[in-house]
């Protein structure tokens, strides 16, 4: 069968005219069974959306709070607006297309933000109760805290299982989650760590960083990948 080709939206430095993207993402994607396409902003969505069997989101800076109608606090770190607007308008295609999509960290924020939802712009300073650490001081490959799945869930079809252990590099987090997605997986302290499509359409975004994990053998991270790929098939 023909590898899926997915579409994966690099990071981009303005000041210094550069895109990344980690290799994990495509490492990860690539031992799934998928094809990645890096995709520059240059080439818009409506160009190259129909083309593509499935979108890829990953991590990176924060977001515009003027996307879900609010000012900066002074906790807010480095924006993109253009990478914002750039995503935004991609999941919307993607979702017109019935197209998988999957993202990770900031992509699962993004997600939400697309689709209506908001977050906290830093939610050390906006979560009034005790939180976890979770821009871990561990290496980055590190599963270092716990998150509880939900059991009529994506993604419990996907991990099997009620309690994982994931990585988190992350100080903002999904806030109120959008009417066409749900929350998948929390946090013990109760932060946001997935959400998915509330139909059965392929849409999951997860806070952790999988793709460090599954490079590595993590199982439950491969599976995620796998069943992404299996999905844009
Ligand atoms: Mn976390």
Redesign the pocket.
């Known amino acids: 069968m023909e590898q899926p080709v997915i579409g994966v939206i690099p990071s981009l430095d303005v000041q210094a005219s550069q895109y990344t993207v980690h290799t994990d993402h495509t490492k990860a994607l690539i031992e799934a069974g998928g094809k990645p396409l890096v995709i520059p902003y240059e080439v818009s969505a409506e160009q190259i959306a129909f083309k593509l069997d499935g979108l890829y989101l990953t991590g990176g800076g924060d977001i515009e709070p003027m996307l879900f109608g609010e000012q900066p606090i002074p906790e807010l770190r480095p924006i993109t607006k253009v990478r914002d607007s750039y995503e935004i308008r991609f999941i919307h295609r993607i979702i017109e297309w019935k197209k998988p999509i999957f993202a990770v960290c900031r992509g699962a924020q993004i997600l939400n933000v697309a689709l209506g939802g908001d977050m906290y712009q830093d939610m050390y300073s906006q979560i009034k109760t005790e939180l976890i650490q979770?821009e871990q001081n561990a290496i980055k490959s590190y599963a270092s805290?716990d998150i509880s799945v939900e059991r009529d869930s994506l993604l419990y079809t996907i991990v099997q299982n009620k309690t994982i252990r994931?990585n988190?590099r992350?100080h903002q987090a999904n806030r109120t989650v959008a009417e066409s997605l749900k929350v998948s997986a929390t946090?013990p302290d109760g932060?946001i760590?997935a959400v998915e499509s509330v139909d059965d359409s392929f849409i999951l975004g997860v806070?952790?960083h999988p793709e460090n994990l599954a490079v590595r053998g993590d199982p439950y991270a491969k599976k995620l990948y796998e069943h992404f790929v299996q999905a844009c098939m």
Do not use: D, M, T
């Open positions: 979770h805290h994931v988190s992350h946090a932060v760590e806070q952790w």
